[in-house]
């Protein structure tokens, strides 16, 4: 049901409810709970016209149940994307390809690099 109640346990606490409150006092409260229940079904109703309102005749061309968060399996969406491969694999190099640093003479800086030769690698750094 709703916070892990089941119907038998809302049933038990609504009877120690109504013993606790007693004979006098329980047709006041089931007036006020009935009002309550009233209201609240107004103000939904008046949130699905206003979204209606504002919305215009597209409210009516959504498919709510294909946008319920109830249906979404998280294994099947990933499996469905790990399976749903468009593009091929790209094909793997034989070896890695190791770039030799250029020479450069005197201090490094940012003039020191160009386009077609790329910075400094020091393999043993890491």
Known sequence: MFFGLTFEKVL????IAALLIGP???????EVLAQFVRRARDFAQ???TRVREEMGPEFDEVDWRKLDPRQYDPRRIIREA???????PPAAAAEPRVIAPPRVDGPL?????SAASPPPFDAEAT
């Open 109 to 113: 800086t940012r003039q020191s690099f």
């Open 24 to 30: 006098e006092r329980l047709p006041r409260y089931a």
């Open 12 to 15: 038990v606490i609504l009877a």
């Open 82 to 88: 790990l399976l749903d491969d468009d593009a091929p």
């Open 46 to 48: 008046g949130a699905r």
